[in-house]
């Protein structure tokens, strides 16, 4: 499923599991009191890898971006971050949230959002204002939000604040990018847009991205991995492997239907499945089952 002509992502070699890996978990679960909400997870993310986390509502997956952050502890197993505890690794790590409230942020400028990422870590009070700016102006021209780089963000489209809100990650050069639900509520153009950036950027600095979405089909031809969470169980493996009948109807332990039309995966009679989800506006030439 990769786009032709792409390069390809470093693999770790033979007998060698986890060599090199930016996110390694073994035996992983969390769990809130009796709740389990996954466990046994086993994963390896090299670097400039795509992995796509997918499951229904109440799944889990902002959980595991937490954990990824250090701001989630595992109930069991082991997880490191550039093989480290994760909070040790959080200044590695670019985050683009949910579509945060706006509220608190409509005042505030595309570049002035941006400038917080970079002040937030690495550079710090020394780097000269003038080096700030040009680092800014260089990040807006890379997510190609310049052209609004004066407007404030509640003046902008869901699309522009999210290039902007990439911007804010990619400020501090990240090794790995975690972006959870980044394609909520854009048009189909606008998602096209923030998936080609994102995978631009894990091709041209090998930055490792976990993207959280319901949608697979915005970046069905993009990832490696899928990361299906599902009833307190997952399924890792390729979207080939993980996105077919047989393997979806053994994580959710009932028939469900996988049918791929016009290059789009439909999943059919998961309750509440990710691909096709009830409660997100859908695009006019979305497929429904
Ligand atoms: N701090 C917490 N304390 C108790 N339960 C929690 C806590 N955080 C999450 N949960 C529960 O854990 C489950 C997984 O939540 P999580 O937010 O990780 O799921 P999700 O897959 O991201 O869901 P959604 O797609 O709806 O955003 C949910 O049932 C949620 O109610």
């Known amino acids: 499923m990769r786009r032709p002509g792409a390069a390809p992502v470093p693999r770790p070699r033979e007998g060698d599991p986890g060599a090199g890996a930016v996110i390694s978990l073994r035996e992983a679960a969390v769990s809130y009191g009796e709740r389990v909400v996954w466990q046994g997870l086993d994963l390896d993310v090299r670097p400039g890898e795509f992995v796509a986390v997918l499951g229904p509502n109440g799944s889990g997956k902002t959980s595991f971006v937490r954990a ?42 595309a570049r002035d959002l941006v400038r917080f990422g970079i002040d937030g870590h690495r550079f ?27 407007v404030p963000l509640g003046l902008l489209s869901g699309g522009e604040r999210q290039r902007v809100r990439i911007g804010q990650a990619l400020a501090t050069d990240p090794r790995i990018l975690l972006c959870d639900e980044p394609l909520l509520s854009l048009d189909l153009n606008h998602q096209r847009a923030v998936t ?41 493996g390729t979207p080939e492997e993980v996105l077919t009948s047989e393997s979806l109807s053994r994580l959710y332990g009932t028939r469900v239907d996988v049918v791929r039309v016009h290059g789009r995966v439909v999943v059919v009679g998961a309750p509440d499945d990710p691909a096709t989800p009830p409660h997100h506006a859908q695009q006019p030439e979305e497929v429904r089952p």
């Open 68 to 109: 990824l952050l250090g701001r989630q502890p595992l109930s069991a197993g082991t997880l490191t971050v550039l093989g480290r505890p994760p909070r040790e690794a959080a200044r590695h790590l670019g985050y683009v949230p949910q579509q945060a409230e706006l509220s608190a942020q409509a005042m505030l400028r």
């Open 124 to 150: 710090g009070p020394r780097l000269r204002t003038a080096a700030v700016r040009h680092r800014v102006d260089e990040i807006l021209v890379s997510v190609g939000a310049s052209a609004y780089a004066d």
């Open 196 to 236: 080609e950036l994102v995978d631009a950027r894990r091709r041209s600095h090998g930055t490792a991205v976990v993207f959280v979405t319901h949608e697979i089909n915005p970046v069905l031809g993009l990832v490696d991995r899928v990361l299906y969470l599902a009833r307190g169980s997952h399924r890792v």
